[in-house]
C-alpha cells in the first residue's frame, strides 16, 4: 500500500488517507482480509501523528470499509458490493460535474457538451 500526503493541500492529513483506501478497496487493489499497517508503521512512514492515522481507522471502520480486531490490527472488511457501486457512482457524478461546470465555463453548450459525451460513448 502506498499512500502519499500533499501537505500543501487544504484536505485534513486524515482526509487524504482515508480517500486513497477507499480508492484502493474500490479498485479492488486492497481485498477483504488484507492487514492495514499499524497505525504506528504507518505514521512512522508517513513521518506523521498516530493519532492522525487513527482518526482514519476509525472513520474506515465507521463507513464499514476496514474493521479492527485489538490486539491483531486493522482489516479490509468484506465489503457490501452495492455500497461499493454506490461510492463509485458517487466518485463518476462528482467528476462528471466537474466536467460538465468545466465545459460550461468553457463557453460550451448543454447540447454541445451531450454531443460531446455521446461521441466520447461511441468511441469506448
Known sequence: MHIII?????TP????IVSQIRADIING???????LPSVRMLSRELKISALTVKKAYDYLEEEGLVHTVHGKGSFIAEANQEMLMEERRKELEHDLDKAVRKARAGGLTDQEICDLFQLIMEGE
Open 13 to 16: 492529513i486524515y482526509e487524504q
Open 6 to 10: 500533499n501537505h500543501t493541500s487544504m
Open 29 to 35: 487493489d486492497l481485498v477483504p482480509g488484507t492487514a
